[in-house]
């Protein structure tokens, strides 16, 4: 894949096998999404000079089902994603209000997360863990 | 060691710290203040933990592992040759990074919250592990002071990361050996300053045995692929028997659990001690401290000579245990332990992970106040 002047490789659109080699389409979809929040806090918190010493996401995909997505004759779902869990973690020195405030507008201004919230069911939290 | 009464209370170590003292960890950690303003506030934090549990009635006494970040990587900062890597960092350097991920996901913690102790060059104590801590509390209190150490397996399991460590150490057996030393050290020191408990933590075993070698946890994430679990429990029994030696008539405890990282219940190991008995028979410890107060720890068994630290509340709910409840469990217990070997405790700690406590401080009181409750009730009666 090219995007503006950087090259990057995708695997396959997505991959039960642990030890596939490269990052599938699934996955790019879900990890862009965890980057997307991560990148948002970082960004405004630098913005505003506040002190955020670690962002991390963990993002989990489900699918309808994996069947349908495979191809298997009968199966009974459909291959979309029906759920996609976010918990979003930062270290910081800044009240919670600060953050949650902070949080609030990430959550308003994420374009991939907004779009993927009108598709299907996306579970996003948010923790403050020093 | 003073007298202790029948049915000692104690706690397994960890209490929740304040969110003062998180920041003061916090800013230690990032360099922004000294070990004199750090002290400060620990010490402060310490005699708070101290006064509640002389207050709630607890007999054997410690300094709820206040100026400790977790239960074991705080020994990357008395030890040299060791680092504190986070687990952000091992990822790039573990070869079975699919397996590690897994570890991750089982966490249910962010991943830079946690730093393993990783043995990048020969081990040696540049400070003292835990008889700092040991001063404090007995210059503060007339109580039996109990320290906790992570053991000797724990240790070796959790700092030998081939990739870091295979320069200075071939082989993990070959850290172990450095890491008896260091401990015996310890332990010897802790003896002089009249320790009157000193609890080994050694969690990782029920891993061995839970998971037929495929470990869940960052503590083993250097050795995540499939170990020998005979082997592993052969190597744990001697390291421990070991150290243990160097404390010479003191009392002694192991402390072996199932996880205590979450308050998803379903993410901690679940099994009852049968496999580890015969293990446990072998160990010249003189308690045993083991959680009991889940169902995931199986049926009560009984140690042929040792004493119990019984675990009567769970650390991880909200709910607490009623005072009858607790004395139907000590009752049970008592079909198999005389009364002068049995001691009382929460199953763990109440903040193994000081950035991830388990519960609030309020609840942990109550819980332990419970116990104190059922154990006098019972002390009158027996």
Same mark, same amino acid.
């Given at each position: 894949?090219?995007?503006?002047?950087?090259?990057?490789?995708?695997?396959?659109?997505?991959?039960?096998?642990?030890?596939?080699?490269?990052?599938?389409?699934?996955?790019?979809?879900?990890?862009?999404?965890?980057?997307?929040?991560?990148?948002?806090?970082?960004?405004?918190?630098?913005?505003?000079?506040?002190?955020?010493?670690?962002?991390?996401?963990?993002?989990?995909?489900?699918?309808?089902?994996?069947?349908?997505?495979?191809?298997?004759?009968?199966?009974?779902?459909?291959?979309?994603?029906?759920?996609?869990?976010?918990?979003?973690?930062?270290?910081?020195?800044?009240?919670?209000?600060?953050?949650?405030?902070?949080?609030?507008?990430?959550?308003?201004?994420?374009?991939?997360?907004?779009?993927?919230?009108?598709?299907?069911?996306?579970?996003?939290?948010?923790?403050?863990?020093? | 060691?003073?007298?202790?009464?029948?049915?000692?209370?104690?706690?397994?170590?960890?209490?929740?710290?304040?969110?003062?003292?998180?920041?003061?960890?916090?800013?230690?950690?990032?360099?922004?203040?000294?070990?004199?303003?750090?002290?400060?506030?620990?010490?402060?934090?310490?005699?708070?933990?101290?006064?509640?549990?002389?207050?709630?009635?607890?007999?054997?006494?410690?300094?709820?592992?206040?100026?400790?970040?977790?239960?074991?990587?705080?020994?990357?900062?008395?030890?040299?040759?060791?680092?504190?890597?986070?687990?952000?960092?091992?990822? =790039?350097? *573990?070869? !079975?990074?699919? #397996?590690?991920?897994?570890?991750?996901?089982? %966490? /249910?913690? $962010?991943?830079?919250?946690?730093?393993?102790?990783?043995?990048?060059?020969?081990?040696?104590?540049?400070?003292?592990?835990?008889?700092?801590?040991?001063?404090?509390?007995?210059?503060?209190?007339?109580?039996?002071?109990?320290?906790?150490?992570?053991?000797?397996?724990?240790?070796?399991?959790?700092?030998?990361?081939?990739?870091?460590?295979?320069?200075?150490?071939?082989?993990?057996?070959?850290?172990?050996?450095?890491?008896?030393?260091?401990?015996? =050290?310890? *332990?010897? !020191?802790?003896? #002089?300053?009249?320790?009157?408990?000193?609890? %080994? /933590?050694? $969690?990782?075993?029920?891993?061995?045995?839970?998971?037929?070698?495929?470990?869940?946890?960052?503590?083993?994430?250097?050795?995540?692929?499939?170990?020998?679990?005979?082997?592993?429990?052969?190597?744990?029994?001697?390291?421990?028997?070991?150290?243990?030696?160097?404390?010479?008539?003191?009392?002694?405890?192991?402390?072996?659990?199932?996880?205590?990282?979450?308050?998803?219940?379903?993410?901690?190991?679940?099994?009852?001690?049968?496999?580890?008995?015969?293990?446990?028979?072998?160990?010249?410890?003189?308690?045993?401290?083991?959680?009991?107060?889940?169902?995931?720890?199986?049926?009560?068994?009984?140690?042929?000579?040792?004493?119990?630290?019984?675990?009567?509340?769970?650390?991880?709910?909200?709910?607490?245990?009623?005072?009858?409840?607790?004395?139907?469990?000590?009752?049970?217990?008592?079909?198999?332990?005389?009364?002068?070997?049995?001691?009382?405790?929460?199953?763990?700690?109440?903040?193994?992970?000081?950035?991830?406590?388990?519960?609030?401080?309020?609840?942990?009181?109550?819980?332990?106040?419970?116990?104190?409750?059922?154990?006098?009730?019972?002390?009158?009666?027996?």
């Amino acid at each position: 894949m090219v995007a503006r002047k950087n090259l990057f490789e995708v695997g396959a659109p997505f991959d039960f096998d642990e030890e596939a080699d490269h990052v599938t389409a699934l996955e790019y979809c879900l990890g862009a999404l965890g980057a997307e929040l991560v990148g948002g806090v970082k960004r405004r918190a630098e913005s505003r000079r506040m002190d955020v010493e670690h962002v991390e996401a963990v993002v989990h995909g489900e699918l309808n089902d994996s069947l349908a997505a495979i191809g298997v004759v009968g199966a009974k779902g459909h291959p979309g994603i029906e759920r996609i869990s976010v918990s979003v973690y930062v270290s910081s020195g800044e009240t919670e209000a600060e953050l949650e405030r902070l949080w609030r507008e990430v959550l308003e201004t994420s374009p991939l997360l907004r779009t993927l919230q009108v598709a299907t069911r996306v579970e996003v939290t948010f923790q403050v863990a020093l | 060691m003073s007298t202790l009464p029948l049915f000692p209370v104690s706690t397994v170590g960890s209490w929740p710290r304040s969110q003062e003292l998180l920041r003061a960890q916090r800013e230690k950690r990032l360099g922004r203040i000294g070990d004199q303003e750090f002290d400060r506030v620990a010490d402060a934090a310490v005699l708070d933990v101290l006064r509640l549990q002389e207050e709630i009635g607890v007999d054997l006494v410690n300094d709820g592992e206040q100026r400790r970040d977790n239960f074991y990587s705080f020994i990357a900062g008395k030890l040299s040759g060791v680092r504190l890597m986070t687990l952000a960092e091992m990822l =790039e350097i *573990i070869e !079975d990074k699919a #397996a590690f991920e897994r570890i991750l996901q089982t %966490l /249910d913690v $962010p991943a830079y919250s946690i730093s393993n102790p990783t043995c990048v060059g020969p081990i040696a104590r540049r400070q003292p592990l835990a008889v700092d801590e040991l001063r404090f509390v007995k210059r503060h209190t007339a109580k039996p002071v109990k320290v906790t150490l992570p053991g000797p397996y724990l240790m070796t399991r959790a700092m030998f990361v081939k990739e870091a460590t295979q320069e200075a150490y071939r082989t993990k057996e070959d850290l172990a050996e450095d890491v008896a030393r260091v401990l015996e =050290e310890e *332990i010897r !020191d802790l003896v #002089a300053e009249g320790v009157d408990f000193i609890q %080994l /933590d050694e $969690p990782v075993l029920t891993e061995l045995v839970f998971t037929q070698g495929r470990t869940r946890t960052f503590m083993c994430a250097a050795l995540a692929s499939t170990q020998d679990p005979t082997e592993e429990l052969e190597l744990a029994v001697t390291l421990i028997n070991r150290v243990l030696a160097a404390a010479g008539d003191v009392r002694t405890g192991l402390h072996v659990c199932r996880g205590n990282w979450s308050r998803d219940e379903t993410t901690l190991l679940s099994g009852g001690y049968q496999p580890l008995k015969a293990i446990f028979d072998r160990l010249t410890v003189r308690q045993l401290v083991l959680e009991y107060a889940t169902e995931r720890a199986g049926g009560l068994l009984a140690f042929e000579g040792k004493e119990l630290g019984l675990g009567v509340v769970n650390p991880r709910t909200d709910r607490v245990e009623s005072e009858v409840e607790i004395r139907e469990s000590i009752e049970q217990a008592l079909r198999l332990y005389p009364a002068h070997r049995l001691f009382l405790n929460p199953d763990c700690g109440f903040a193994t992970f000081s950035n991830r406590p388990v519960n609030a401080s309020s609840v942990a009181t109550a819980k332990v106040r419970a116990i104190v409750g059922a154990a006098r009730t019972l002390r009158g009666g027996a």
